[in-house]
């Protein structure tokens, strides 16, 4: 896995944008919630289950590339499989146990979505990259993107 996060930095980046999304939700969640440690369990195992499933997508994607066309659409279906299923079977056991929230479960879960959405700020952050670019070249100081002409 560590090889993993060292060649592929676009998990690195997702990784930061899941754990950045979740602190942001954690925060809210402590100053709305009555229940701070129930809701914040929630939200934690919810978060190291996107960080897992993050990792095992990046992993899958990863082995199935190298695979024949057929095999690869078969491997990344069961292993997709897996990640929902184990989701669910974690959501059912904080259902019945009562411990922590199943509903900030899920949205520490959802934190997956952000961090793939947060991709390309830490991406441009990294690699220092103006925010607007056009057809791959940098703009200059002078020159800007007009609505709709982009």
Do not use: Q
């Amino acid at each position: 896995m560590i090889d993993l996060l060292k060649r592929n930095e676009t998990l690195r980046f997702m990784l930061y944008g899941i754990l950045v999304s979740g602190m942001v939700i954690g925060i809210i969640l402590a100053f709305i919630s009555g229940r701070i440690r129930y809701a914040l369990g929630g939200l934690i195992i919810g978060i190291c289950g996107a960080l897992a499933m993050a990792v095992h997508m990046a992993w899958a994607i990863e082995t199935g590339v190298d695979m024949d066309e057929k095999n690869a659409v078969s491997f990344m279906r069961k292993h997709t499989v897996i990640r929902y299923l184990a989701a669910c079977v974690i959501l059912a056991i904080i259902g019945i146990t009562d411990r922590v929230s199943p509903v900030t479960y899920v949205f520490g879960l959802l934190t997956v979505k952000t961090g793939a959405y947060m991709y390309p700020l830490f991406d441009r952050i990294a690699n220092k990259r103006p925010a607007k670019t056009r057809a791959g070249r940098k703009l200059s100081d002078k020159e800007t993107i007009k609505e709709g002409e982009d």
